[in-house]
C-alpha cells in the first residue's frame, strides 16, 4: 500500500503550529481543507491525554459551531489518534493565516472555561465522564502562547 500523506511528514522536527495537511473536493465540488492542529512536539514531547482531548473537543467543537463568523464552514473538530493535538476540517480553500485567530480565540475559550462542559451528560455524550478540564484549559493556555509566533508551514 502506498503510504498517505500524513506519514511523510517528519515529526521528528514537528513543532505545534497550524498546518493545512489536505485538501479535498467533495463531488458537488466543495473544497474542504483539513488543519492539523499540532500542540505538542511529537516523539519529544508528552502527548496530551486523551481525557484532556475528550474535553478539548467538546469545548472547541461547541466554541467554533456558534461563531458568528465561521460556524458555516466549520465541518470538524476532532482529537487526532496519537494525541499530540486535534483536526480542524473547514469549507473553503483555506490557509493556515486564514484561521489563525478563530484557533486563537479557541484556544483562549478553551482555556477560560469554567462551569459544565457542554453535552458531558449520558444523554449527551457516550463517554461523558472521561473528560479533563483542568487538562483541557492548560493544554489550550499552553498551545495558545505557542501561537505567538505561529508555525504554519510543515517542515522538509
Given at each position: 500500500?502506498?503510504?498517505?500523506?500524513?506519514?511523510?511528514?517528519?515529526?521528528?522536527?514537528?513543532?505545534?503550529?497550524?498546518?493545512?495537511?489536505r485538501r479535498d473536493?467533495?463531488?458537488?465540488?466543495?473544497?474542504?481543507?483539513?488543519?492539523?492542529?499540532?500542540?505538542?512536539?511529537?516523539?519529544?514531547?508528552?502527548?496530551?491525554?486523551?481525557?484532556?482531548?475528550?474535553?478539548?473537543?467538546?469545548?472547541?467543537?461547541?466554541?467554533?459551531?456558534?461563531?458568528?463568523?465561521?460556524?458555516?464552514?466549520?465541518?470538524?473538530?476532532?482529537?487526532?489518534?496519537?494525541?499530540?493535538?486535534?483536526?480542524?476540517?473547514?469549507?473553503?480553500?483555506?490557509?493556515?493565516?486564514?484561521?489563525?485567530?478563530?484557533?486563537?480565540?479557541?484556544?483562549?475559550?478553551?482555556?477560560?472555561?469554567?462551569?459544565?462542559?457542554?453535552?458531558?451528560?449520558?444523554?449527551?455524550?457516550?463517554?461523558?465522564?472521561?473528560?479533563?478540564?483542568?487538562?483541557?484549559?492548560?493544554?489550550?493556555?499552553?498551545?495558545?502562547?505557542?501561537?505567538?509566533?505561529?508555525?504554519?508551514?510543515?517542515?522538509?
Amino acid at each position: 500500500m502506498e503510504k498517505i500523506a500524513s506519514f511523510t511528514i517528519n515529526h521528528l522536527v514537528l513543532e505545534p503550529g497550524i498546518y493545512v495537511s489536505r485538501r479535498d473536493r467533495t463531488p458537488a465540488g466543495d473544497v474542504l481543507t483539513t488543519f492539523d492542529i499540532r500542540m505538542t512536539r511529537p516523539n519529544r514531547e508528552e502527548a496530551l491525554t486523551p481525557r484532556a482531548l475528550h474535553a478539548m473537543e467538546h469545548l472547541a467543537a461547541t466554541f467554533l459551531r456558534n461563531h458568528p463568523q465561521w460556524k458555516e464552514r466549520v465541518v470538524y473538530w476532532g482529537p487526532m489518534g496519537c494525541c499530540t493535538g486535534n483536526y480542524l476540517i473547514m469549507q473553503g480553500e483555506l490557509e493556515s493565516a486564514d484561521i489563525l485567530q478563530l484557533v486563537r480565540e479557541t484556544m483562549k475559550f478553551v482555556s477560560e472555561f469554567e462551569g459544565d462542559v457542554p453535552g458531558a451528560t449520558p444523554r449527551d455524550c457516550g463517554n461523558y465522564s472521561f473528560m479533563d478540564l483542568p487538562a483541557a484549559r492548560l493544554a489550550a493556555a499552553r498551545y495558545l502562547a505557542e501561537l505567538q509566533n505561529p508555525v504554519m508551514v510543515y517542515p522538509e
